[in-house]
T-cell receptor, first 114, second 116 residues
Framework: DTGVSQDPRHKITKRGQNVTFRCDPI?????LYWYRQTLGQGPEFLTY????????KSRLLSDRFSAERPKGSFSTLEIQRTEQGDSAMYLC????????????FGQGTRLTVV | AQKITQTQPGMFVQEKEAVTLDCTYD???????LFWYKQPSSGEMIFLIYQGSYDQQNATEGRYSLNFQKARKSANLVISASQLGDSAMYFC?????????????FGKGTSLLVTP
């Protein structure tokens, strides 16, 4: 399988716990994106990497959210001190460089905070 | 600021019929790109079709075509010969420029149900 893969697919956590999600992009893609999707809404952009550089992080929802892409390959999204409002689908996407190139999405990680 | 509007929360279509899913947009940028994605119940967003603002012709990809009316700021997706497997959420999105690169700005989506 050469698509974008995300792990885990589902995560249930207690309020206040930290969670970390992993994304493995398509290997030749240097751009990587994280989105959040809540029920009944379209995906909402969170952050973006080109290679290992995080070029946009102002849309991360709070300082409890952070993302890394240490070697320009896989990425992790961490949420600290989770709240019930963090329950959502977290989607990762990757693309090659170019204005008209489409982004390829993974199947997402569904987070439930109880 | 950009805005993507999908006014149809849900649509029904009979198998083998054509269906049009509406998308209107607003942007002050003269150069922009519009995308349509399909999201089945499995969760993955599947790219369907792209239309650039300067493209001379409406985009087509197999059974998918885009009815692009620039003056009306609409980019409706037309699915011909619907199949049961087309049942899914459909999202219209616009390319949103970032300081370096771009992200996608999505509408709320339209749920399509194809009936036998």
């Amino acid at each position: 399988d050469t698509g974008v893969s995300q792990d885990p697919r589902h995560k249930i956590t207690k309020r206040g716990q930290n969670v970390t999600f992993r994304c493995d992009p398509i290997s030749e893609h240097n751009r990587l994106y994280w989105y959040r999707q809540t029920l009944g809404q379209g995906p909402e952009f969170l952050t973006y990497f080109q290679n290992e550089a995080q070029l946009e992080k102002s849309r991360l929802l709070s300082d409890r959210f952070s993302a890394e892409r240490p070697k320009g390959s896989f990425s992790t999204l961490e949420i600290q001190r989770t709240e019930q409002g963090d329950s959502a689908m977290y989607l990762c996407a990757s693309s090659s460089t170019g204005l008209n190139t489409e982004a390829f999405f993974g199947q997402g990680t569904r987070l439930t905070v109880v | 600021a950009q805005k993507i509007t999908q006014t149809q929360p849900g649509m029904f279509v009979q198998e083998k019929e054509a269906v049009t899913l509406d998308c209107t947009y607003d942007t002050s940028d003269p150069s922009y790109g519009l995308f349509w994605y399909k999201q089945p119940s499995s969760g993955e967003m599947i790219f369907l079709i792209y239309q650039g603002s300067y493209d001379q012709q409406n985009a087509t990809e197999g059974r998918y075509s885009l009815n692009f009316q620039k003056a009306r700021k609409s980019a409706n997706l037309v699915i011909s010969a619907s199949q049961l497997g087309d049942s899914a959420m459909y999202f219209c999105a616009m390319r949103e420029p970032l300081r370096s690169g771009y992200a996608l700005n999505f509408g709320k989506g339209t749920s399509l149900l194809v009936t036998p």
